[in-house]
């Protein structure tokens, strides 16, 4: 499963008997660079990984967050 994919993505021990035996690990990412140390400290490092994963999408997907329509 993990054939080619980045050194930091591999089997784990501690896992084995789990449903899911490997892990990836996030390392080159600086929450606080990208949302800001108050944001980031209100925040577990899963959901600032997941927010962070959000706006890229949100960017990639060239959407506009300002044009939205909120009523």
């Not at 899963?46 to 959000?54: H, R, S, T």
């Not at 990639?60 to 300002?66: K, V």
Request: aromatic share 8%; hydrophobic share 45%; glycine share 8%.
């Amino acid at each position: 499963v993990t054939e080619g994919l980045a050194p930091s993505v591999g089997p784990r021990p501690e896992l084995d008997g789990l449903p899911c035996d490997f892990f990836y690990s996030v390392t080159d990412c600086d929450p606080r660079e990208l949302l800001g140390v108050a944001a980031q400290r209100l925040m577990d490092r899963f959901a600032q990984l997941a927010v962070i994963a959000a706006r890229e999408a949100v960017a990639d997907a060239g959407l506009d967050p300002a044009l939205w329509d909120s009523g």
